[in-house]
C-alpha cells in the first residue's frame, strides 16, 4: 500500500482480555517497528523487527506483550490479560533498513487501546 | 533506553510569532530528526540532519545538528494556525532503531 496501515484504528476491551493490533507496512520496507505513546508522553519503542533476523524485542515491558512478523510483511502485536495501564496509542512504522538512518520511518496512525 | 530530554513541553504563542524548540542528550548521535504528530495521525517526517553542524530547511522550518551532536534544534518562522500539533525530535545510535524525545505541543492562537 501506500503507506503504513494499522488496524483497528480503535479498540476498547475489559480489563483481562486479550487483544491483537495489526500492522501492514510499506511495500518492500523490510524493517517494522512498534512503538507506544501513552497520553501525553513520548514515543516508547517496542520490537524491531529486520527481515528473517531475530526481532529486537528489548523494548516490551512485559511477557504479556509479543510480536510476530509473518512472511516479512504484515505485524501483529499481542497483549495478553491486558491492564488498564495498558491504555496507550501503539503506532507502527516501518523502513528500508539501508535507509532507515537516512530518511528515518514512516509512522501509521496507530491503534488508540482502552482498557476498561 | 535513551534519555531525550525535549523541551519546552509545551508552547502558547500567536500567529505570527517564531517558535524555537531544542532536544538534547547524554549520547552522541549519527543522525537527528524532527517529525510532526497532528491529532489522531502518527509522527510526520520533517527534517533529518545527518551531520554536525549541519543547518536544514523545509520551508519555514530550520533545524540545526547541534556541534557536540548531543541536540538539536528546530525553529519555526512565522508561525501559523495550522502549525500546531506536537514535534518530536528522534536520535540515532547506529542501526536502524531511533529513540523519541517526550515532545513539544505547539499550540498557535489566531
Known amino acids: 500500500g501506500a503507506g503504513v496501515s494499522q488496524s483497528p484504528s480503535n479498540k476498547v476491551t475489559e480489563k483481562g482480555k486479550d487483544v491483537e493490533l495489526r500492522c501492514d507496512p510499506i511495500s518492500g520496507h523490510t524493517a517494522l517497528y512498534w512503538y507506544r505513546q501513552s497520553l501525553g508522553q513520548g514515543l516508547e519503542f517496542l520490537i524491531y523487527?529486520?527481515?528473517?533476523?531475530?526481532?529486537?524485542k528489548s523494548g516490551l515491558p512485559s511477557d504479556r506483550f509479543s510480536a510476530e512478523r509473518t512472511g516479512g510483511s504484515v505485524s501483529t502485536l499481542t497483549i495478553q490479560r491486558t491492564q488498564q495501564e495498558d491504555s496507550a496509542v501503539y503506532l507502527c512504522a516501518s523502513s528500508f533498513p539501508s535507509t532507515g538512518g537516512r530518511y528515518g520511518y514512516t509512522f501509521g496512525s496507530g491503534t488508540r487501546l482502552t482498557v476498561v | 533506553g535513551q534519555q531525550l530530554n525535549q523541551s519546552p513541553q509545551s508552547m502558547f504563542i500567536q500567529e505570527g510569532e517564531d517558535v524555537s524548540m531544542n532536544c538534547t542528550s547524554s549520547s552522541i548521535f549519527n543522525t537527528w530528526l524532527w517529525y510532526k504528530q497532528e491529532p489522531g495521525e502518527g509522527p510526520v517526517l520533517l527534517i533529518a540532519?545527518?551531520?554536525?553542524?549541519e543547518l536544514t530547511s523545509n520551508g519555514r522550518l530550520t533545524a540545526q545538528f547541534g556541534i557536540t551532536r548531543k541536540d538539536s534544534f528546530l525553529n519555526i518562522s512565522a508561525s501559523i494556525p495550522s502549525d500546531v500539533g506536537i514535534y518530536f525530535c528522534a536520535g540515532q545510535l547506529s542501526g536502524n532503531q531511533f529513540y523519541f524525545g517526550t515532545g513539544t505541543s505547539l499550540t498557535v492562537i489566531p
Open positions: 523487527f529486520q527481515g528473517n533476523s531475530a526481532p529486537d
Open positions: 540532519l545527518y551531520k554536525a553542524g
